[in-house]
């Protein structure tokens, strides 16, 4: 299982900012998809946005969509989140997660073959 390294969540009030970056250094160039998911206390993981083989983003829904950017960098192998007009509801602890083969779905888990070790994002009202 490859490593993937998160970094960037915080505390942060509603209506702030943050960006969540994931590295993977022993990813060598792939084209397989990477995602962000989310799990809050007493809730299941669920998708927030991913980067597909073809380099098209995937997104949760509009709503995410309006506030957070997906983007990567292939040269470094990461992954990264932006996440504007933040909301109490956005709080969870956030996964970065990598695929390791080609596949049409980007929003089930268990699509997923590596994951991080989660960071810890707090929306305070």
């Known amino acids: 299982q490859e490593q993937l390294v998160e970094s960037g969540g915080g505390l942060v009030q509603t209506g702030g900012s943050l960006r969540l970056s994931c590295t993977a250094p022993?990813?060598?160039?792939?084209?397989?998809?990477m995602g962000w998911f989310r799990q809050a206390p007493g809730s299941e993981r669920e998708f927030v946005a991913a980067i597909g083989w073809t380099g098209r983003s995937i997104y949760k829904d509009d709503s995410v969509k309006e506030r957070f950017t997906i983007s990567g960098d292939n040269a470094k192998n990461a992954i990264y989140l932006q996440m504007n007009s933040l909301k109490p509801e956005d709080t969870a602890v956030y996964y970065c997660a990598a695929q390791r083969r080609i596949t049409s779905d980007y929003v089930g888990p268990t699509s997923y073959d590596s994951w991080g070790q989660g960071t810890q994002v707090t929306v305070s009202s």
């Open positions: 022993g990813r060598t160039h792939s084209p397989f998809g």
